[in-house]
Nanobody, 115 residues
Framework: QVQLVESGGGLVQPGGSLRLSCAAS????????MGWYRQVPGKQRELVAT???????NYADSVKGRFTISRDNAKNTVYLQMNTLKHGGTEIYYC?????????WGQGTQVTVSS
């Protein structure tokens, strides 16, 4: 079992930046892929970015060039640096850890982009 705890969400103005963190309860080195997803209340959860244990990354087209996912295996932590945030109301960002059939989610952290 892996517990994931997100932090770093909050209110930010359009064009601003936030860095989200996701701390895992134990070593995530052996977990194949970590990811960030987001969800608008009432809508489907969507992929934002993923990173493999080897450091390969993948991004949704909507965030390419603005968001950066990274991982620090020594700290059991995954980050999402979000720059040039666009006005979009409130979204919940979820951390994900996936290894084969095993799939874990954090409780989410709220991000509100508004002036």
């Amino acid at each position: 079992q892996v517990q994931l705890v997100e932090s770093g969400g909050g209110l930010v103005q359009p064009g601003g930046s936030l860095r989200l963190s996701c701390a895992a309860s134990r070593s995530i080195f052996s977990i194949y892929r970590m990811g960030w997803y987001r969800q608008v209340p009432g809508k489907q959860r969507e992929l934002v970015a993923t990173i493999t244990s080897g450091g390969s990354t993948n991004y949704a087209d909507s965030v390419k060039g603005r968001f950066t996912i990274s991982r620090d295996n020594a700290k059991n932590t995954v980050y999402l640096q979000m720059n040039t945030l666009k006005h979009g109301g409130t979204e919940i960002y979820y951390c994900n850890a996936k290894r084969g059939e095993l799939n874990y989610w954090g409780q989410g952290t709220q991000v509100t982009v508004s002036s």
